[in-house]
Nanobody
């Protein structure tokens, strides 16, 4: 079964940290662009970060630059999103996605594979 499974969400106070994981099963992430997206209640899904496995390049939304870091563990076929200095406005359901096209995933927000999402809540 080809799927992405996210984990690591939870509740944290402002200024805290969380690390999200996105584990792929049934396929290798080697040829894919892997992205993190988030959706808050009443808002559209927005891009957060992506990593292109083909060349190792990364991209970040302006709202998370300097606070979030995307990385990959090849042996575990897993991508991570380290989130530091969290703010209440980071509260959302976070999804990972994988596609073989950077333009399609990052600009069109479309992907061959999507995870089920993990809730992140930042509140005092």
């Amino acid at each position: 079964q080809l799927q992405l499974v996210e984990s690591g969400g939870g509740s944290v106070q402002p200024g805290g940290s969380l690390r999200l994981s996105c584990a792929a099963s049934g396929f290798s992430l080697d040829a894919y662009v892997i992205g993190w997206f988030r959706q808050a209640p009443g808002k559209e899904r927005e891009k957060v970060s992506c990593l292109n496995s083909k060349d190792g390049s990364t991209r970040y939304a302006d709202s998370v630059k300097g606070r979030f870091t995307i990385s990959r563990d090849n042996a575990k076929n897993t991508v991570y999103l380290q989130m530091n200095s969290l703010k209440p406005e980071d509260t959302a359901v976070y999804y990972c996605a994988a596609d073989d096209g950077l333009f399609r995933l990052w600009l069109l927000r479309k992907a061959d594979y999507w995870g089920q999402g993990t809730q992140v809540t930042v509140s005092s």
